[in-house]
């Protein structure tokens, strides 16, 4: 009866540590999955600023140049 009640509690403390290292390794993985996630996210945001800078850029040097080209033709 002993030997039985022991091998019942060190099953149960098998499947407790088991089960307990899973999850901890779920959650490691979940916690990994999550900052690749989120520098991903910031690599974007910081592509679409880039991207926007430059097209702000460009759209100020081209009023630039239209503007300078009319005060250019009106001096002449």
Do not use: D, P
């Given at each position: ?11 149960f403390g098998?499947i407790?540590?088991?089960?307990a290292?899973?999850?901890q390794k779920?959650?490691n993985?979940?916690f ?9 996210f910031?690599?974007a945001i910081?592509?679409t600023?880039?991207e926007?800078?430059e097209?702000t850029?460009k ?9 300078s ?6 001096q002449?």
């Amino acid at each position: 009866m002993v030997v039985a009640a022991t091998a019942l509690i060190l099953f149960f403390g098998f499947i407790i540590i088991t089960y307990a290292l899973a999850y901890q390794k779920r959650k490691n993985k979940y916690f990994k999955e999550k900052q690749v996630m989120e520098s991903q996210f910031q690599a974007a945001i910081l592509q679409t600023q880039i991207e926007i800078q430059e097209q702000t850029l460009k759209n100020v040097a081209q009023k630039f140049m239209i503007t300078s080209a009319r005060y250019s033709s009106w001096q002449s």
